[in-house]
């Protein structure tokens, strides 16, 4: 299979940093694409995406695995864990994640998989195909039959996802169980929210008919723009050059079309009409009496109807009796009971979790009760977040570094007190730093903490404190732990220098 490929991202109009990543590496299992939307701050969601992109690379860079499958889940779960282990060690992370699509592409076969709400298109024959679903609220909502796709985007809570990496010790993906057999001319898709967010599909489809990838990608990222550039936008595109399939096979979620309204079909015959003789007009007051007898029927059910839904399996119930029927009696309603409408999905949300009633050929085929999931809450950043600037903290919570540059004036979140963190002393009064001083340690038994981060070796522990411990070196840090009573890694290792992720490292200062 031949193919090229062109990714691109922009910060868009509101947001002060890119919290995307995107990248792509040749590895020993194919050739890797991976697109990430991170979340949890301009800090965290960078970091997120930026260690998520990274660790599934090296995920297929360190071994050939057989089942390719099986190898994009390991794959999902292995960022989940290096992002969830970060978050963890460093309390400034703490709640970030980040989405993540990825595609692989073996000889002539591509395997997808993703977490969260970035999406996966194929542009096949000239038309977008939704190849993943999204993780997400509104999702839920739509594949209920509760609102529209076309409604997903104005929802107050599209920004609810139910599976993200890094929130959580493990994380459930989406792997596609087949592999994708795209044919020549075929082009691939690979976007953060911000991108669809602000485009339609109908608009991408046109955007990516051309196979210039540098038009193509550069006119996505304008559209984003135009459409309000709410939020950072990525797209990679994979345009399928050569390949030894006739035909294209895969999965698709495309979004069911609305029926057309009645203003639309007037327009429509109208436009007809005006280029056709003039015929009999009976037919159209024949069809306008029965409407009117339907409409007048209609309000007489509406309002004098029995509301009771009666035990007989033989009456009737519509859409109204099933979603507005209180609790302690949904266990009336069985499978095989009959219907007022031909098919449908209905749900009904009044006993707390969803139930959902399926419906074929005016009978109920299915009932299934499913629990609501708590969703992720994508945090929505103040005017303050989004030029870059932090909100007030309290100081128990700020790091060394932050301490070290405080300075008098600064404005915290403690309204007052005096605190010691971190060998360093500070007066807040009103919620402003009135002194800070550094207290000096006559004793070896005062030492600071350090928790060893990504990156950590001793020698660059040393440099950190070296200027505020004088005399501090890589032997004394060593023989410090190996006695310390609060030191619980591996006194082994430290003697050979090496240390592990989350130790809690004592800095003597004489």
Avoid at 224 to 247: C, F, K, P, R, Y
């Amino acid at each position: 299979m031949k193919y090229s490929s062109k990714s691109i991202t922009n910060v868009g109009k509101v947001r002060s940093a890119n919290e995307d990543n995107f990248g792509e590496a040749q590895t020993p299992n194919g050739h890797l694409f991976v697109v990430c939307d991170g979340m949890g701050g301009h800090v965290g969601g960078a970091e997120a995406s930026r260690i998520a992109v990274n660790s599934m690379i090296e995920y297929f860079q360190k071994e050939v695995y057989d089942n390719v499958i099986l190898a994009i889940d390991g794959a999902l779960n292995f960022a989940n864990e290096q992002i969830y282990a970060s978050a963890l060690s460093n309390p400034d992370l703490k709640g970030m994640g980040t989405t993540a699509v990825v595609l692989l592409i073996r000889n002539e076969e591509c395997f997808i998989g993703h977490v969260g709400d970035s999406r996966i298109y194929l542009r096949s024959d000239g038309k977008l195909n939704r190849i993943t679903k999204d993780h997400s609220f509104v999702q839920t909502l739509v594949d209920s039959g509760v609102i529209h796709d076309e409604d997903a985007e104005n929802h107050p809570n599209k920004n609810q996802i139910l599976q993200a990496l890094g929130i959580a010790p493990s994380v459930k993906g989406t792997v596609c169980q087949s592999p994708i057999l795209p044919k020549e001319g075929d082009m691939f898709l690979l976007c953060s929210d911000g991108l669809n967010g602000m485009v339609t599909d109908r608009d991408i489809e046109n955007i990516m008919k051309v196979n210039n990838l540098m038009v193509a990608s550069e006119n996505l990222i304008t559209a984003a723009l135009n459409g309000g550039g709410l939020d950072n936008v990525t797209a990679t595109l994979v345009l399928i050059e050569e390949s030894a399939h006739m035909q294209s096979r895969f999965v698709h979620f495309n979004p069911k079309p609305k029926f057309n309204d009645m203003t639309s079909t007037q327009q429509f015959a109208g436009a007809v009409n005006n280029n056709r003789p003039k015929k009999n007009r009976l037919p159209f007051y024949i069809g306008g009496s029965v409407l009117f007898i339907g409409v007048c029927l209609a309000i007489w059910m509406l309002f004098f109807r029995n509301e009771v839904i009666q035990e007989n399996s033989t009456d009737l119930l519509t859409q109204e009796d099933i979603s507005s029927y209180v609790c302690q009696n949904l266990n009336d309603i069985k499978e095989d009971m009959k219907v007022g409408f031909s098919s449908g999905t209905i749900t009904n949300k009044q006993c707390g979790d969803m139930t959902i009633f399926i419906v074929e050929d005016s009978v109920i085929v299915e009932i299934k009760k499913v629990k609501t999931i708590k969703p992720i809450v994508r945090e929505e950043e103040s005017p303050e977040k989004q030029q870059g600037i932090d909100a007030p903290k309290k100081v128990k919570d700020m790091t060394e570094r932050e301490i070290s540059a405080l300075k008098v004036g600064t404005i915290v979140a403690d309204q007052t007190g005096t605190f010691e963190e971190h060998g360093f002393k500070i007066v807040v009064e009103n919620k402003k730093v009135k002194s800070i001083d550094k207290i000096n340690s006559s004793s070896s038994n005062v030492s600071l903490i350090h928790t060893v981060k990504n990156g950590d070796n001793l020698n660059k522990i040393v440099d950190k404190y070296k200027a505020n411990c004088p005399g501090l070196n890589i032997e004394k840090l060593i023989e410090h732990n190996k006695v310390s009573p609060r030191f619980k890694g591996d006194k082994a290792k430290l003697e050979q220098e090496k240390i592990d992720l989350g130790w809690k490292l004592e800095i003597p200062c004489d």
